[in-house]
């Protein structure tokens, strides 16, 4: 008989109105009751359409950046005792419909960190409507990060992840940037404490009102994601697995 794991799914939100209600409505049924957003700010009514839909929401008062936002919301999911916390974006780009699979493997045991991996064949994640330069850059970056680590990951950059509750409090979550660069530094901290991590491929799915970072921000980025490796070395990191935890009980 499956074990009950109590789940909180967070979704960063900002200007999210025209994807939420797909995001929202494609999750499992039993996942839907667990969904907490938190609204940056938007200048839409992102806010508004989630309280309609019933999710419980929150807005925040100024735009904290995307880290930022994270940080509160992984707090808030702590704070209500989750086994397992998943952060879910609301603009559409990664299907909601396997998120109880990312679930299943830590519920199990197998992993501390699952991730779903959108870059299964440079066909199927540019036929998806990623922009090229997005698809590029992932690969290099990805290239780099996995020698640096000594791991084979498909990517590093992935916004669709799941977290042991054990994991994300043992994390010093305020020490990482609130821009984009949160996500590296989260997932590298992961890695470079021992935790063991998984991925799953998932479809990739880009429409003209999906979110997207531009061609600078995407330098920009990467810059920082590479200066969050090097100040982790490889030789100084906990061996893979060491911190291996029991399963959610």
């Not at 929150?58 to 904290?64: G, K, P, Y």
């Not at 950046?65 to 559409?92: C, S, T």
């Not at 920009?220 to 090097?230: I, M, V």
């Amino acid at each position: 008989m499956a074990v009950a794991v109590n789940v909180v799914v967070v979704m960063p939100a900002y200007n999210a109105a025209r994807t939420l209600e797909r995001t929202y409505r494609d999750l499992p049924p039993e996942l839907q009751r667990a969904v907490l957003l938190a609204d940056d700010h938007s200048a839409d009514d992102t806010f508004g359409l989630a309280r309609s839909l019933g999710i419980e929401a929150i807005r925040n008062e100024r735009n904290l950046g995307y880290g930022g936002n994270l940080k509160q919301l992984f707090r808030l999911a702590l704070e209500r005792g989750a086994d397992v916390v998943v952060e879910l974006h609301p603009d559409y780009q990664y299907d909601p419909k396997l998120v109880d699979l990312l679930v299943e493997y830590i519920r199990r045991g197998y992993f501390d960190v699952m991730q779903g991996n959108r870059m299964w064949s440079r066909h199927e994640a540019l036929r998806g409507g990623m922009p090229w330069y997005r698809y590029y850059g992932n690969r290099v970056l990805t290239a780099f990060e996995n020698v640096w680590f000594a791991l084979s990951l498909g990517e590093w950059h992935s916004g669709l992840r799941a977290f042991r509750g054990e994991v994300l409090a043992a994390l010093p979550l305020e020490r990482y940037r609130d821009s984009h660069a949160f996500a590296s530094e989260l997932l590298m901290d992961c890695v470079y404490r021992g935790y063991r991590v998984g991925e799953i491929p998932i479809p990739v799915r880009y429409a003209a009102d999906s979110s997207s970072v531009d061609l600078g921000g995407l330098f920009a980025y990467a810059g920082r994601a590479l200066l969050a490796a090097l100040v982790r070395p490889p030789w100084r990191r906990r061996r893979y697995g060491s911190a291996r935890l029991p399963p959610p009980s």
